[in-house]
T-cell receptor
């Protein structure tokens, strides 16, 4: 019930394309869903986040779509750039504990 | 740099040795978290402090692991009698209970991590 399942494990996208990463959760007590970006040798950094009372959140090229009834949420990266190449983690938080997905390694081809 | 700092960045040790890592959170943050991240996985929660009180420990934190935050500022994570399975990146994060904006919601800010290799 504590798991957050993330797919795909890896993703290759052409420059200018759309990158889509999906996540699913089971615990309905989660009340905050952040996405993190991690570059090699660095800690994760918050990219964008959403609360379950909202179905979509957009910040620049990054959009979260949230489906509360299906307990699924996804990250869309529009106009993907080589600089977006990194590992992306979805997460779900209940109280102070954050549960992370296994990560998606994104590579954007120039 | 006013972010979360961790020391050392890398540690190589032999099996059976003790190691200690330090985390300095963002100065006004009273909440501090330790995570462990193995290769190809997301961070796994280890423990949580609010000020100097350790309020939650994961079952992942065996009795060989101990964490402290004696004055509610920096924190240390000690691993005794290290095993090869302890090899991982140990991440520290801090947060403040005060809202920091519409999308932050008591957001955790991560440090760069300490990479531990146990030979």
């Amino acid at each position: 019930q504590q798991q957050v399942k993330q797919s795909p494990q890896s993703l290759i996208v052409q420059k200018g394309g759309i990158s889509i990463i999906n996540c699913a959760y089971e615990n309905t007590a989660f009340d905050y869903f952040p996405w993190y970006q991690q570059f090699p040798g660095k800690g994760p950094a918050l990219l964008i986040a959403i609360r379950p009372d909202v179905s979509e959140k957009k910040e620049g090229r990054f959009t979260i779509s949230f489906n509360k009834s299906a307990k699924q949420f996804s990250l869309h990266i529009m106009d993907s750039q080589p600089g977006d190449s990194a590992t992306y983690f979805c997460a779900a938080r209940g109280g102070f504990k954050t549960i992370f997905g296994a990560g998606t390694r994104l590579f954007v081809k120039a | 740099d006013t972010g979360v700092s961790q020391d050392p960045r890398h540690k190589i040790t032999k099996r059976g040795q003790n190691v200690t890592f330090r985390c300095d959170p963002i100065s006004e943050h009273n909440r501090l978290y330790w995570y462990r991240q193995t290769l190809g996985q997301g961070p796994e929660f280890l423990t949580y402090f609010q000020n100097e009180a350790q309020l939650e420990k994961s079952r992942l934190l065996s009795d060989r692991f101990s964490a402290e935050r004696p004055k509610g500022s920096f924190s240390t994570l000690e691993i005794q009698r290290t095993e090869q399975g302890d090899s991982a990146m140990y991440l520290c994060a801090s947060s403040s209970p005060l809202a920091q904006g519409p999308s932050s919601y008591n957001e955790q800010f991560f440090g760069p991590g300490t990479r531990l290799t146990v030979l």
